[in-house]
């Protein structure tokens, strides 16, 4: 258990969310906000009454909920380190504190002067902090468990892709063709086809190095090129992009498998499929453009398959911070994938 | 009787070079026990179409999925030859057409291919008939590619995208295309049912690629009441007949 963690760290479905992701602060601010608004209503005895209300319980609300957020983003690598329970427990106790803190020096915004009853405040603001967190971390808690299950569907969608009869046996039998011929060739050919299974087969990571994601991608090229030849060709272009910036395991291989499938394997004259990485920023562009024959009806259903498992894993490991497009024109078809610049171990997303 | 006489003449269709070598190879290893010889091989269709006319052969082996025309497809047209060959299927994995072989006993062998599967498939051959047209249509689920024509002793293959529109007069059907007219011996009910996503029927005698539709125009022989269809790429408008006039609201 120990092991299978320390390899996936990130995104687990039983860890905390990544205080440093932008779509995680943002739904923590619409969700605490959606609460107090309900308290609002809750709290107000007409309708024009629920903007004081709301005003009010704003006072104290967001001072506490920026200072958190500002708090469990400083502290996020070192939360990460924690068993889950352990990090509830932390990130409860922050929490709290601060509300009682804010509330305490806060002085006369929070306790009016009529004398109202400042332990029963506190005891109360302590119990809605309380329940605020748990609503929350409950919540982030379900979504990733939903899905985490992306996440293996993925491997088998790939384990599934990479036995693909089709490839399979039209690979085999193309080792055998040049077996007598050109015995050497043949057995690079049949580590590549190793290389691509072991892959496939190994536990999901969630992020490696772009070298190794593009050597394995070249693998699969090599293979495909054995048996069509100077019909598939392959334009890479790599702008500023070293070798070492991590990206979510067989992103690119299986977007090249669709290209080769769907794109270059039904056309007689072949094609070349263009391949962009580059980086903007702090974003990392991923640009994957093929020909295809020319179709009147809609696009094959495998890809779409491969396409939504990939946006799934981007969710679970960006959630916002990526996106995602697909052009399918007449004759060809363009994805491209935008998402965070991770360069080193260290700031992984959770 | 002389070996030599019976040889086996083989051809070889496969879109992947490396496919077309193990055949080779293993052809090769069956000549020592099977008096055969490989005749040509092919890449697409229309090569092999060409390379058969020229040279004739008894089987071919010819790969199911192959780029702009399948294998099933290229049957058909091979079946226009002036004496069809024999063809044994190869496909590393079709399903559905391993499904519909088995229905219709055809021969096929299924990628890697064997030495004794393919020695079995050979010897077999030697007595079998080409399958039948229709079936290899049945077996088809979407419609051709390209209509192939006899003519002066080659087979064309005019790609369907091509073709403007198809008449029916007397025993053929005239296929008309931008640059020319070819006859072809088919029903005209059949190619509507088959082609029904790409033609239309505007007379009893003709189906006009919706593609090609340029305008309409009224006229002809029928006199004002009547309308004409204008293609795009040819002069002479095409008469609709009063039954058909429904698709020029449709249409235009």
Same mark, same amino acid.
């Given at each position: 258990?120990?092991?299978?963690?320390?390899?996936?760290?990130?995104?687990?479905?039983?860890?905390?969310?990544?205080?440093?992701?932008?779509?995680?602060?943002?739904?923590?601010?619409?969700?605490?906000?959606?609460?107090?608004? @309900?308290?609002?209503?809750? @709290?107000?005895?007409?309708? %024009?009454?629920?903007?004081?209300?709301?005003?009010?319980?704003?006072?104290?609300? %967001?001072?506490?909920?920026?200072?958190?957020?500002?708090?469990?983003?400083?502290?996020?690598?070192?939360?990460?380190?924690?068993?889950?329970?352990?990090?509830?427990?932390?990130?409860?106790?922050?929490?709290?504190?601060?509300?009682?803190?804010?509330?305490?020096?806060?002085?006369?915004?929070?306790?009016?002067?009529?004398?109202?009853?400042?332990?029963?405040?506190?005891?109360?603001?302590?119990?809605?902090?309380?329940?605020?967190?748990?609503?929350?971390?409950?919540?982030?808690?379900?979504?990733?468990?939903?899905?985490?299950?992306?996440?293996?569907?993925?491997?088998?969608?790939?384990?599934?892709?990479?036995?693909?009869?089709?490839?399979?046996?039209?690979?085999?039998?193309?080792?055998?063709?040049?077996?007598?011929?050109?015995?050497?060739?043949?057995?690079?050919?049949?580590?590549?086809?190793?290389?691509?299974?072991?892959?496939?087969?190994?536990?999901?990571?969630?992020?490696?190095?772009?070298?190794?994601?593009?050597?394995?991608?070249?693998?699969?090229?090599?293979?495909?090129?054995?048996?069509?030849?100077?019909?598939?060709?392959?334009?890479?272009?790599?702008?500023?992009?070293?070798?070492?910036?991590?990206?979510?395991?067989?992103?690119?291989?299986?977007?090249?498998?669709?290209?080769?499938?769907?794109?270059?394997?039904?056309?007689?004259?072949?094609?070349?499929?263009?391949?962009?990485?580059?980086?903007?920023?702090?974003? @990392?562009?991923?640009?994957?453009?093929?020909?295809?024959?020319?179709? %009147?009806?809609?696009?094959?259903?495998?890809?779409?398959?491969?396409?939504?498992?990939?946006?799934?894993?981007?969710?679970?490991?960006?959630?916002?911070?990526?996106?995602?497009?697909?052009?399918?024109?007449?004759?060809?078809?363009?994805?491209?994938?935008?998402?965070?610049?991770?360069?080193?171990?260290?700031?992984?997303?959770? | 009787?002389?070996?030599?006489?019976?040889?086996?003449?083989?051809?070889?269709?496969?879109?992947?070079?490396?496919?077309?070598?193990?055949?080779?190879?293993?052809?090769?290893?069956?000549?020592?026990?099977?008096?055969?010889?490989?005749?040509?091989?092919?890449?697409?269709?229309?090569?092999?179409?060409?390379?058969?006319?020229?040279?004739?052969?008894?089987?071919?082996?010819?790969?199911?999925?192959?780029?702009?025309?399948?294998?099933?497809?290229?049957?058909?047209?091979?079946?226009?030859?002036?004496?069809?060959?024999?063809?044994?299927?190869?496909?590393?994995?079709?399903?559905?057409?391993?499904?519909?072989?088995?229905?219709?006993?055809?021969?096929?062998?299924?990628?890697?291919?064997?030495?004794?599967?393919?020695?079995?498939?050979?010897?077999?051959?030697?007595?079998?008939?080409?399958?039948?047209?229709?079936?290899?249509?049945?077996?088809?689920?979407?419609?051709?590619?390209?209509?192939?024509?006899?003519?002066?002793?080659?087979?064309?293959?005019?790609?369907?995208?091509?073709?403007?529109?198809?008449?029916?007069?007397?025993?053929?059907?005239?296929?008309?295309?931008?640059?020319?007219?070819?006859?072809?011996?088919?029903?005209?009910?059949?190619?509507?049912?088959?082609?029904?996503?790409?033609?239309?029927?505007?007379?009893?005698?003709?189906?006009?690629?919706?593609?090609?539709?340029?305008?309409?125009?009224?006229?002809?022989?029928?006199?004002?009441?009547?309308?004409?269809?204008?293609?795009?790429?040819?002069?002479?408008?095409?008469?609709?007949?009063?039954?058909?006039?429904?698709?020029?609201?449709?249409?235009?």
């Amino acid at each position: 258990m120990n092991k299978a963690r320390s390899i996936k760290q990130n995104a687990r479905p039983d860890g905390l969310p990544n205080f440093r992701n932008l779509g995680t602060l943002l739904r923590i601010l619409l969700i605490s906000n959606g609460l107090a608004l @309900l308290q609002a209503i809750l @709290l107000a005895s007409a309708w %024009t009454d629920v903007a004081q209300r709301m005003m009010q319980i704003a006072t104290l609300l %967001t001072p506490v909920l920026l200072t958190s957020l500002l708090l469990l983003w400083v502290a996020q690598p070192w939360l990460n380190r924690l068993s889950y329970r352990r990090g509830v427990l932390v990130v409860t106790a922050l929490v709290v504190v601060l509300t009682l803190s804010i509330y305490y020096f806060g002085g006369e915004i929070y306790r009016p002067l009529d004398g109202s009853d400042s332990y029963f405040n506190m005891v109360r603001y302590g119990l809605l902090s309380v329940i605020e967190c748990g609503i929350l971390l409950l919540y982030f808690r379900l979504r990733s468990k939903v899905l985490s299950r992306a996440l293996n569907d993925a491997r088998l969608q790939v384990l599934r892709a990479r036995i693909r009869p089709h490839f399979l046996f039209n690979t085999i039998n193309a080792v055998l063709g040049i077996v007598r011929a050109q015995p050497k060739q043949a057995e690079t050919a049949l580590e590549d086809m190793a290389d691509l299974f072991r892959m496939a087969m190994s536990d999901a990571q969630d992020l490696v190095p772009l070298g190794r994601e593009i050597q394995l991608s070249k693998q699969y090229v090599a293979l495909e090129q054995l048996r069509m030849g100077e019909r598939l060709r392959v334009d890479w272009q790599i702008q500023d992009v070293p070798d070492d910036v991590l990206i979510p395991p067989l992103l690119l291989q299986p977007l090249l498998e669709n290209a080769v499938y769907h794109g270059i394997e039904p056309l007689s004259q072949g094609g070349s499929i263009h391949i962009v990485l580059r980086r903007s920023g702090d974003e @990392l562009h991923l640009k994957v453009e093929n020909p295809c024959p020319v179709r %009147t009806d809609a696009p094959h259903r495998g890809n779409r398959v491969a396409l939504r498992n990939i946006r799934e894993r981007l969710d679970l490991l960006f959630d916002v911070e990526a996106r995602y497009q697909v052009e399918s024109g007449k004759d060809f078809y363009r994805v491209e994938i935008i998402f965070p610049y991770v360069s080193s171990v260290k700031e992984r997303p959770s | 009787m002389n070996d030599i006489e019976l040889a086996l003449r083989v051809f070889i269709v496969d879109d992947e070079p490396p496919a077309r070598n193990r055949l080779r190879d293993l052809l090769n290893d069956c000549s020592e026990q099977l008096a055969l010889d490989v005749v040509g091989e092919a890449g697409n269709g229309q090569e092999a179409l060409d390379k058969l006319t020229e040279i004739p052969a008894d089987v071919v082996l010819l790969d199911i999925r192959m780029p702009q025309m399948d294998g099933i497809e290229l049957a058909q047209h091979l079946n226009k030859l002036p004496k069809p060959p024999v063809v044994i299927f190869t496909t590393a994995y079709d399903a559905y057409a391993i499904k519909a072989f088995d229905l219709h006993a055809i021969d096929y062998l299924l990628k890697p291919i064997r030495l004794g599967r393919l020695f079995e498939a050979l010897n077999r051959a030697r007595v079998a008939v080409p399958v039948q047209t229709e079936v290899l249509r049945d077996l088809l689920p979407e419609p051709r590619k390209n209509l192939s024509i006899h003519e002066r002793g080659k087979i064309h293959l005019i790609p369907i995208e091509q073709v403007l529109y198809l008449r029916a007069e007397l025993k053929y059907i005239t296929v008309r295309t931008a640059e020319r007219e070819y006859l072809l011996e088919e029903s005209l009910t059949e190619l509507e049912k088959e082609f029904a996503a790409r033609f239309v029927r505007i007379h009893r005698n003709s189906l006009i690629a919706k593609d090609a539709i340029a305008g309409f125009e009224k006229g002809g022989d029928e006199g004002e009441s009547g309308w004409m269809v204008k293609l795009k790429g040819l002069d002479e408008p095409l008469a609709i007949s009063r039954r058909q006039q429904h698709i020029v609201k449709e249409f235009s």
